[in-house]
């Protein structure tokens, strides 16, 4: 099990760029697959991007080239930097972290296969 604490939310105006952090806590080992979704009011949860435990990421076909997902060399903490954000971006982040058996498994992953949560941060895009 892991503990994950988000930071660097805030608000940012359009175009503008943020970057937030997940740091993780704990067995680490027990976990190769860190994810961040996004929920905004009255949506549903959804996958921003995954960073499996070699380095292999993936995206939301809508926010490639937007949106970067990177770890440290310890997988202590993940990073998310937004870029050229838009309004619609505006939602609470959330880190999340499961062991999955390879990176294929990790870029196909969904809300449902994660166990491990942290409290979100929240990042607000005004116009």
């Known amino acids: 099990q892991v503990r994950l604490v988000e930071s660097g939310g805030g608000s940012v105006q359009a175009g503008g760029s943020l970057r937030i952090s997940c740091a993780v806590f704990?067995?680490?080992?027990?976990?190769?697959?860190m994810g961040w979704f996004r929920q905004a009011p009255g949506k549903e949860r959804e996958e921003v991007a995954t960073i499996y435990r070699g380095g292999s990421t993936s995206y939301a076909d809508s926010l490639k080239g937007r949106f970067i997902i990177s770890q440290d060399n310890y997988r202590t903490t993940v990073n998310l930097q937004m870029n050229s954000l838009k309004p619609d971006d505006t939602a609470m982040y959330y880190c999340?972290?499961?062991?999955?058996?390879?990176?294929?498994?990790?870029?196909?992953?969904?809300?449902?296969?994660?166990?491990?949560w942290g409290q979100g941060t929240q990042v607000t895009v005004t116009s």
């Open positions: 704990g067995y680490i080992s027990s976990v190769n697959c």
């Open positions: 999340a972290a499961v062991s999955l058996r390879d990176a294929r498994l990790c870029a196909l992953s969904t809300s449902a296969d994660f166990g491990n």
